[in-house]
C-alpha cells in the first residue's frame, strides 16, 4: 500500500507545446499543460463539458521523450506524483504550485496527431 500514497495518473492533451530547458546542472526537463475533460448532465438535463487544466513536469529521460514527440494537442497518459513548492514572484508575492511530477508516460495518438 506504500506506493499508492502519492499517485497520480491523468489521460488528456497538451494545451501548448512543452517547455524543454537545461538546468543549470545540465539535466534536462519539460513543462506541460494538459487537458483532461469530464462530461456530465446537470439538474436540466444538458450536458456539460468541464476541463480541468493539470502543470506538469518531466525529468531526464521522460523530458527527452516528452521534446521528441510530443507537440500541442497530443494525447497522453501519465502517471507520477504530486509536488508542491512556492517561490517569490518580482514583487515579493509568494506564490503557490503544485505540479505532477511525471514518472511514467504513454503516447496515446501518432507523432503528428497533435500538429
Do not use: C
Request: hydrophobic share 30%.
Amino acid at each position: 500500500m506504500n506506493t499508492l500514497q502519492n499517485k497520480v495518473q491523468l489521460i488528456g492533451n497538451l494545451g501548448n507545446n512543452p517547455d524543454v530547458r537545461n538546468t543549470e546542472s545540465g539535466k534536462k526537463m519539460a513543462r506541460v499543460s494538459i487537458a483532461t475533460n469530464e462530461n456530465y448532465r446537470n439538474a436540466k438535463g444538458e450536458t456539460v463539458k468541464e476541463t480541468q487544466w493539470h502543470n506538469a513536469i518531466a525529468w531526464g529521460k521522460n523530458a527527452e521523450l516528452v521534446e521528441k514527440y510530443l507537440t500541442k494537442g497530443s494525447q497522453v497518459a501519465i502517471e507520477g506524483k504530486l509536488v508542491n513548492r512556492n517561490y517569490v514572484d518580482k514583487e515579493g508575492i509568494k506564490k503557490y504550485i503544485t505540479e505532477v511530477q511525471i514518472n511514467d508516460i504513454l503516447f496515446l495518438g501518432s507523432k503528428n496527431s497533435g500538429k
